[in-house]
């Protein structure tokens, strides 16, 4: 505990591993198997259970309950895993799980994100880099998110969905099918509602990348032929573009879920 603070009334267990500049709030419980990185910040109130690591400059808001048992009744106790990257936000009341053994034993969050009021990261998550989560938005079991996706307010993910890089969720949507990258979905079942445009620019999306995304989208969501006859048309014509290619990749991996279409839409 090499130059870390933990306050008096802090419960540190004798073999939780402590960085350098960590410092552990008051009332606040860290478990036999955490390991907290350099300069990760446990304000009062948290609770840090299980096989958990987290990365260097995360900090964790009060009430947050890190690394506990999934919920699923098929957990029997293994030792499964919760890892967090670096310089992430966590909020109050919100709730990471560890993996299990039905999802590959271990939750991973990337770096750079924020889970904002009473948001929920359920079992065996896959989680990338700059995510957001908005207040009491929760992810069900074997959720995949994608680089920089947004999940709106009040919105709630199916198990075993995959969102695409880039894509935002609107609040309060229901979402249980997979959404592509750069995408916009919402509804109470939530349908595509087009590029995301605005968040694309944000990030330094070159107006011809931008172009082919819209382009691409619009060929891949049209009511002719069948969604492997367009998803080739679309391979075809825009061959020389590494972000239609992405989408492309995303639709053609395996997943047990199907993808979400715009409103109206005969899908395949």
Not at 188 to 210: Q, W
Not at 241 to 256: G, P
Request: contains cysteine.
């Amino acid at each position: 505990m090499s130059q870390a603070f933990i306050h008096p009334t802090a419960i540190v267990h004798e073999r939780a591993v402590i960085g350098a500049g960590v410092q552990v709030g008051a009332y606040t419980v860290v478990g036999e198997h955490a390991v907290l990185k350099d300069k990760v910040v446990l304000h009062s109130h948290v609770v840090v259970d299980g096989r958990t690591v987290i990365g260097e400059g995360t900090e964790i808001f009060p009430f947050a309950s890190i690394g506990t048992k999934p919920q699923d009744l098929k957990f029997g106790g293994e030792p499964a895993t919760l890892e967090i990257g670096r310089n992430n936000t966590i909020r109050e009341h919100v709730t990471i799980n560890i993996g299990t053994e039905g999802g590959g034993m271990v939750t991973r969050v990337g770096n750079d994100c924020l889970f904002m009021v009473g948001s929920h990261i359920g079992h065996d998550c896959q989680v990338g880099n700059h995510v957001i989560l908005a207040n009491n938005a929760t992810l069900a079991g074997h959720v995949v998110l994608e680089d920089h996706v947004i999940i709106g307010g009040l919105s709630a993910i199916h198990q075993f969905v995959r969102i695409g890089k880039h894509a935002m969720i609107g609040g309060m949507s229901g979402i249980e099918n997979d959404v592509v990258p750069y995408a916009t979905a919402m509804g109470e079942r939530a349908a595509l509602a087009g590029v995301n445009i605005v968040g694309l620019k944000r990030r330094g999306f070159s107006r011809d990348d931008i172009h082919d995304i819209r382009g691409a989208y619009r060929m891949l969501f049209a009511s002719e032929g069948t969604l492997e006859e367009r998803v080739a048309d679309v391979e075809e014509h825009f061959s020389h573009s590494q972000v239609v290619l992405a989408m492309l990749h995303f639709i053609r991996d395996e997943s047990s879920r199907a993808l979400c279409q715009p409103k109206g839409s005969r899908g395949a």
